[in-house]
């Protein structure tokens, strides 16, 4: 099957993110930033994007909080084009993580002074463990209210289960008002890569609840969780199926001793932790985009499996080859899109569509916007 034919015949509403890449647009500079020229840093190819609006509101509370914005870049090791702020910027895990490493240093607050009460620095390895050495999602939770009582400071993390549905929900009262937006999605993102990284699963959400104001990107948001997001809510929570809460967690001390050497390095970097098979088929789909030749026979070929064997596989991940290649086109766009360097017919046929109209219809049907919302402007 052609990509064009899969475009046609593939129809899903929204896709689950894979992504590994957040893109930024910084919109302003702190008084005392200078025109940085910084070493490149090496990025996937795919990614999803950041919305503008959180990158914003994020130099918006660093301008406030009084961090020197110059030397956070240089410490995150982020590169950019024209060697200004106040311009599109690609952020790898690796950059966000060197960032947050940074902040923890000169904030000597695990919640980044973000919060009423300091949270020491030395607790984030006693709650790792207490959480992540936990049997299931469920008593990690409960862990978690438990390892509260000897640390001010953590935020309240509550489940609740009606019927086949469970939600998450994370108290965010403690935090300064005008980092809500900030504070919220950054909690929400960690809660969901510990997830993924303890039971060596993606936990697919259903919705996530913001208590921030509607932007007018909200696709950004559906990309980076791979749900749609509710604005205005009463709190800041991720809703999901209630078999997740029985998903074993399958890490050992080791493990949790490899995550916190380098934290929070390998939560960012290893966040989707799909399986092997799902893994295999998305690397050779990335190392062939657009390829007409990337066919399902050429990839359980290249991945030692019969064609009726790599679809039985991924089935019983919940994906498929063309779930999968929709994946890797929509976040590829998305980088390219907020780099700003290709025309809608240029990308297009480098993804391997058969017209801009076609990509432009793939790519609504992914993010609900049309490509030209992630251009720079």
């Known amino acids: 099957m052609t990509l064009q034919q899969n475009e046609h015949l593939h129809r899903r509403d929204r896709l689950p993110s894979t992504a590994r890449t957040l893109i930024c647009e910084p919109?302003?500079?702190?008084?005392?930033?200078k025109p940085l020229t910084l070493s490149s840093t090496p990025t996937p190819t795919v990614g999803y994007a950041l919305p503008a609006e959180e990158a914003r509101e994020f130099v918006r509370v660093a301008v406030k909080q009084r961090w020197d914005l110059p030397a956070l870049v240089q410490a995150a090791k982020i590169s950019t084009t024209s060697g200004h702020l106040n311009h599109y910027v690609q952020i790898t895990p690796a950059n966000a993580a060197l960032g947050m490493q940074h902040l923890w240093q000169i904030t000597g607050d695990t919640l980044l002074g973000l919060a009423r009460?300091?949270?020491?620095p030395g607790a984030l390895?006693?709650?790792?463990f207490a959480v992540c050495g936990a049997p299931d999602l469920s008593t990690a939770v409960k862990r978690y209210?438990?390892?509260r009582t000897a640390f001010a400071g953590l935020p309240a993390v509550t489940i609740e289960q009606t019927g086949h549905t469970a939600v998450l929900a994370i108290d965010?009262?403690?935090?300064?008002?005008?980092?809500?937006?900030?504070?919220?999605?950054?909690?929400?993102?960690?809660?969901?890569?510990?997830?993924?990284?303890?039971?060596?699963?993606?936990?697919?959400?259903?919705?996530?609840?913001?208590?921030?104001?509607?932007?007018?990107?909200k696709a950004g948001y559906h990309a980076m969780f791979g749900a749609p997001p509710m604005f205005n809510a009463r709190r800041a929570a991720l809703v999901f199926n209630a078999d997740a809460l029985a998903h074993r967690?399958?890490?050992?001390?080791?493990?949790?001793?490899?995550?916190?050497?380098?934290?929070?390095t390998k939560l960012l970097t290893q966040c989707d932790q799909q399986t092997t098979v799902t893994d295999q088929v998305r690397h050779i789909i990335e190392d062939k985009l657009g390829d007409p030749n990337c066919t399902s026979n050429e990839i359980a070929a290249r991945v030692g499996m019969s064609r009726?064997?790599?679809?039985?596989?991924?089935?019983?991940?919940?994906?498929?080859?063309?779930?999968?290649?929709?994946?890797?086109?929509?976040?590829?766009?998305?980088?390219?899109l907020a780099r700003g360097d290709q025309t809608i017919a240029q990308l297009s046929q480098r993804l391997?569509?058969?017209?801009?109209?076609?990509?432009?219809?793939?790519?609504?049907?992914?993010?609900?916007?049309?490509?030209?919302?992630?251009?720079?402007?």
Not at 27 to 33: K, L
Not at 125 to 128: C, D, H, I, P, Y
Not at 320 to 334: F, G, H, K, P
Not at 353 to 374: D, K, L, V
């Open 172 to 217: 965010v009262a403690d935090f300064d008002a005008s980092a809500l937006p900030v504070a919220s999605v950054a909690l929400l993102v960690v809660a969901h890569r510990i997830i993924n990284w303890a039971t060596r699963r993606s936990l697919r959400l259903h919705q996530v609840e913001l208590p921030h104001a509607e932007t007018t990107r």
């Open 125 to 128: 390895r006693l709650l790792t």
């Open 27 to 33: 919109a302003q500079r702190s008084s005392s930033s």
């Open 352 to 377: 391997g569509f058969s017209e801009p109209s076609a990509f432009t219809r793939a790519f609504r049907r992914w993010t609900g916007h049309p490509p030209r919302s992630y251009q720079p402007r």
């Open 117 to 120: 009460i300091k949270l020491a």
């Open 308 to 336: 009726p064997t790599l679809w039985r596989r991924l089935r019983e991940e919940n994906t498929s080859i063309s779930e999968i290649r929709d994946q890797v086109l929509r976040d590829a766009a998305l980088c390219a």
């Open 145 to 147: 209210q438990e390892f």
């Open 249 to 264: 967690f399958a890490r050992s001390h080791d493990d949790i001793e490899d995550l916190l050497h380098d934290a929070p």
